[in-house]
C-alpha cells in the first residue's frame, strides 16, 4: 500500500458509518406519493470527532444515484477536513458526485487580507468584499483541483449562520456571494445555489435565474418552492431515522432538473 492510500484509508476509518439508510425508490413509488431518495449530500459533520471540527455524524451507506460532497468546513476559506476522504467514499456509494461550498462573510483579519488581490489593491470595503468573495470561490476550485475531480457544477450554499454570521446589510452580503459565483463560473464550473426563499431575501435580496436547490423537509416539497426566479433541480429532506438513531441530508431529483452529466461528475 502507498503512503496516499494508507494515508486514506486512515482517513476513511476515522470517519464515522453506522447503519444503512432506505433503499433507493423506483419512480414507481413517486407515483404513488412515496418519498424519493435519489442522493445524499455530506461534509464536514460526517468528519470523525477530533478530525478539525468534525461531529462523527455517520455516513449513508445505502448507494445512490448522486452524491454531493461539501469543500468548506462551514467558512468560506477553510476546507472540509477529511474532504478527501469523503470524496472517495462518494465515489464509492454513488454513480455521481458534485460539490458545494459555504461563503462567509469575511472576519475583520480577513477583511484586512482581502485589501490586496483579484481585484487589486483597495480602498474601498466593497473592494475589499470582492476581493473576498473572489478569493473564496478560487479556494473552492481549488479543492475540486487537490481533488482530481471533474465535476461540471458547484453548489453554493446561502443560509443563515450563527457562527461567522451574515452582516444586517444586504448589499455587503450581495458582493460577497456574487464574487463567489463570478469566480467558480470563471474557473469553468456551472452554478447554482442552495438556500430558501426567505433566507435568500434576507441575507442577500437580489433576483438570479441560477438552478435551485432547496431544502423543504421533503425530496419533492422543495421542487414546488422556488428560492427566486432559477429552476429548482433539487429537494433536500433532512430525515432522522428513530430506530436507528441516524440523520442524514436526502435529496430528490426535481422534474426541471437536466441530465445528470450536466450537474455531476459520472464516477
Known amino acids: 500500500?502507498?503512503?496516499?492510500?494508507?494515508?486514506?484509508?486512515?482517513?476513511?476509518?476515522?470517519?464515522?458509518?453506522?447503519?444503512?439508510?432506505?433503499?433507493?425508490?423506483?419512480s414507481s413509488s413517486a407515483r404513488a406519493?412515496?418519498?424519493?431518495?435519489?442522493?445524499?449530500?455530506?461534509?464536514?459533520?460526517?468528519?470523525?470527532?477530533?478530525?478539525?471540527?468534525?461531529?462523527?455524524?455517520?455516513?449513508?451507506?445505502?448507494?445512490?444515484?448522486?452524491?454531493?460532497?461539501?469543500l468548506t468546513n462551514g467558512t468560506g476559506l477553510h476546507e472540509n477536513p477529511c474532504l478527501a476522504a469523503e470524496w472517495?467514499?462518494?465515489?464509492?456509494?454513488?454513480?455521481?458526485?458534485?460539490?458545494?461550498?459555504?461563503?462567509?462573510?469575511?472576519?475583520?483579519?480577513?477583511?484586512?487580507?482581502?485589501?490586496?488581490?483579484?481585484?487589486?489593491?483597495?480602498?474601498?470595503?466593497?473592494?475589499?468584499?470582492?476581493?473576498?468573495?473572489?478569493?473564496?470561490?478560487?479556494?473552492?476550485?481549488?479543492s475540486l483541483r487537490s481533488l482530481g475531480a471533474?465535476?461540471?457544477?458547484?453548489?453554493?450554499?446561502?443560509?443563515?449562520?450563527?457562527?461567522?454570521?451574515?452582516?444586517?446589510?444586504?448589499?455587503r452580503n450581495r458582493v460577497v456571494v456574487q464574487t463567489m459565483l463570478a469566480s467558480l463560473q470563471r474557473a469553468g464550473y456551472r452554478v447554482g445555489i442552495y438556500s430558501t426563499n426567505y433566507m435568500?431575501?434576507?441575507?442577500?435580496?437580489?433576483?438570479?435565474?441560477?438552478?435551485?436547490w432547496v431544502p423543504a423537509g421533503s425530496t419533492t416539497r422543495g421542487c414546488y418552492s422556488p428560492i427566486s426566479r432559477g429552476p429548482v433541480w433539487l429537494s433536500q429532506n433532512g430525515h432522522y431515522y428513530k430506530q436507528?438513531?441516524?440523520a442524514y441530508d436526502e435529496n430528490g431529483l426535481c422534474r426541471r432538473a437536466p441530465a445528470m452529466k450536466r450537474m455531476f461528475e459520472r464516477v
Not at 484586512?112 to 483597495?122: E, K, V
Not at 450554499?157 to 454570521?165: A, I, K
Not at 435568500?200 to 435551485?212: A, D, F, K, S
Open 1 to 26: 500500500m502507498t503512503s496516499r492510500l494508507r494515508r486514506l484509508g486512515i482517513a476513511l476509518a476515522a470517519v464515522a458509518v453506522l447503519g444503512p439508510v432506505a433503499p433507493t425508490l423506483a
Open 33 to 70: 406519493g412515496l418519498a424519493v431518495v435519489d442522493g445524499n449530500d455530506v461534509s464536514w459533520p460526517q468528519c470523525a470527532q477530533g478530525v478539525g471540527n468534525g461531529q462523527g455524524q455517520p455516513l449513508p451507506t445505502a448507494h445512490r444515484l448522486f452524491m454531493i460532497v461539501g
Open 88 to 142: 472517495q467514499y462518494a465515489r464509492d456509494h454513488a454513480d455521481h458526485v458534485s460539490g458545494y461550498t459555504v461563503p462567509t462573510y469575511p472576519t475583520r483579519a480577513e477583511r484586512r487580507d482581502a485589501r490586496d488581490g483579484h481585484f487589486g489593491t483597495c480602498h474601498t470595503l466593497r473592494c475589499r468584499l470582492r476581493n473576498s468573495g473572489w478569493a473564496q470561490g478560487e479556494y473552492a476550485a481549488g
Open 150 to 171: 471533474h465535476s461540471p457544477m458547484v453548489w453554493v450554499d446561502v443560509e443563515t449562520r450563527y457562527r461567522h454570521p451574515w452582516t444586517g446589510h444586504r448589499w
Open 200 to 212: 435568500w431575501r434576507h441575507i442577500v435580496g437580489y433576483e438570479t435565474t441560477l438552478p435551485e
Open 244 to 246: 436507528r438513531h441516524e
